[in-house]
């Protein structure tokens, strides 16, 4: 069966830290380019970042360079996000999504997502 | 800062036909682009409906149909069903590497 499952959320203090993590089963994982794409709450979704399926391009959303870190196990078919320098605005559902094998640009599945929640 | 332009809201009747679009800022929007469509229904996670402009996925209705119109993508629903009132996404694609997201649309099926 083919799933995505976010992990790591909650709630963290402005200027924290969290490591967001996605298990990947049901697919080829090393072959999928993955994506972090967030949503606050009742607003739009938001492309966080991408890498590659050998994790050797990365991108980001200009305004969360420097601060989140992408990165992937593909020995663990597992994606992660570092968040660090947390601010309020960042509060939002984070959902890990895949692009289907082959392609850097054509989206395939998205897992149920996890809650990050920033306030003191 | 690049922006991608829904239209915030749109009505169908059952069984009608409506097309969404999703404008670049920065001019006509192109194959180049790799215009996808997602579909969000209220508590749920987004679901890819349309990739490259206008390729299906096995599980998309064939109602949904992708294009290109007028210097945007669209997304047409044809015999529009009940179950397709929902929140849907286009997602652009910038020099290759940058996503950005359009607004939404909200549709509502009356």
């Known amino acids: 069966e083919l799933q995505l499952v976010e992990s790591g959320g909650g709630l963290v203090k402005p200027g924290g830290s969290l490591r967001l993590s996605c298990a990947v089963s049901?697919?080829?994982?090393?072959?999928?380019?993955m994506n972090w794409v967030r949503q606050a709450p009742g607003k739009g979704l938001e492309w966080v970042s991408s890498i590659s399926s050998s994790g050797s391009f990365i991108y980001f959303e200009d305004s969360m360079k420097g601060r989140f870190t992408i990165s992937r196990d593909n020995a663990k078919n597992s994606l992660y996000l570092q968040m660090n320098s947390l601010r309020a605005e960042d509060t939002a559902v984070y959902y890990c999504?895949?692009?289907?094998?082959?392609?850097?640009?054509?989206?395939?599945?998205w897992g149920q997502g996890t809650l990050v929640t920033v306030s003191s | 800062q690049t922006v991608v332009t829904q239209e915030p809201s749109l009505t169908v009747s059952p069984g009608g036909t409506v097309t969404l679009t999703c404008a670049s800022s920065?001019?006509?929007?192109?194959?180049?682009?790799?215009p996808n469509w997602f579909q969000q229904k209220p508590g749920q996670a987004p679901r890819a409906l349309i990739y490259?402009?206008?390729n299906k996925h096995s599980w998309t209705p064939a109602r949904f149909s992708g294009s290109l119109l007028g210097g945007k993508a669209a997304l047409t629903l044809s015999g529009v069903q009940p179950e397709d009132e929902a929140e849907y996404y286009c997602?652009?694609?910038?020099?290759?590497?940058?996503?950005?997201f359009g607004g939404g649309t909200k549709l509502t099926v009356l």
């Open positions: 049901g697919f080829t994982f090393s072959s999928c380019t």
């Open positions: 490259s402009t206008s």
């Open positions: 920065t001019g006509a929007v192109t194959s180049g682009y790799y």
């Open positions: 997602l652009l694609y910038y020099g290759g590497t940058q996503g950005v």
């Open positions: 999504a895949s692009v289907c094998s082959g392609s850097y640009y054509n989206w395939c599945f």
